[in-house]
């Protein structure tokens, strides 16, 4: 069956330190890729997404991912987190239709 | 009112009461979704709509049931749940099912006693 594995249930970072969190999926043929963040208190909002081309991917606030497709990878990263970038992070992974797989989500704390 | 919306955002409930969830999306979507959080677990698809017709079913218990009337509104009926349905429900929308990117709700949090 195909999946969606976050590597990290919680990470605990100091602002300005660079983040990277995992995302691999089970599947192999064409994939779109997703990040979604969901704030505390708000809504899952779309981080950033690859459909094709450049695999590498500029999102909002400053975050890109990589789509490594050797790796069947697609990770998340930030060169210097704020407090502000508290939040759960989600990936997500559709493989054409309207089922889209997510992980079990990443927590992350930015101690300010 | 913009984006997704969804109400109640709150609902306690016995396992003997019938309730309904309401979305509404006002993105000129075609296709809504009911997903299921619930704590360090992935979101769980339960059900998807396409054009007001149902095009997945997630192996959801029938004490759970859509509806659909048109591409805007979204409905989850609720009849004799179990403690364990307890958790957080999301609506979403896209545009169809080529440009998947999905837009939430704030979801309704549902507690079954």
């Known amino acids: 069956a195909q999946s969606v594995s976050q590597h990290n249930h919680h990470v605990i970072l100091s602002e300005a330190a660079s983040l990277e969190l995992g995302c691999n999926y089970s599947?192999?043929?064409?994939?779109?890729l997703f990040w979604y963040v969901q704030y505390p208190g708000q809504h899952l909002q779309l981080l950033l997404k690859?459909?094709?081309?450049?695999?590498l991917v500029k999102g909002i606030k400053g975050f890109e991912a990589e789509f490594i497709k050797s790796k069947f990878s697609f990770n998340l990263r930030k060169p210097s987190v704020q407090w502000s970038d508290t939040a759960e992070y989600f990936c997500?992974?559709?493989?054409?239709?309207?089922?889209?797989?997510f992980g079990a989500g990443t927590r992350l704390f930015v101690k300010a | 009112e913009t984006g997704v919306t969804q109400t109640p955002r709150h609902l306690v409930m016995g396992m003997t009461n019938k309730k309904s969830l309401k979305c509404e999306q006002h993105?000129?979507?075609?296709?809504m979704y009911w997903y299921k959080q619930s704590a360090k677990k992935p979101l769980e698809l339960m059900f998807v709509y396409n054009f007001k017709e149902q095009t997945e079913n997630n192996s959801v218990p029938s004490r759970f049931s859509p509806e659909c009337p048109n591409s805007s509104h979204l409905f989850l009926h609720l009849h004799t749940l179990q403690p364990e349905d307890s958790a957080l429900y999301l609506c979403?929308?896209?545009?169809?099912?080529?440009?998947?990117?999905?837009?939430f709700g704030p979801g309704t949090r549902l507690t079954v006693l």
């Open positions: 997500a992974v559709n493989t054409g239709g309207f089922k889209t797989i």
């Open positions: 599947y192999g043929g064409t994939v779109n």
């Open positions: 690859y459909f094709s081309g450049d695999p």
């Open positions: 993105l000129g979507h075609n296709a």
């Open positions: 979403a929308s896209s545009q169809d099912g080529q440009v998947n990117e999905q837009f």
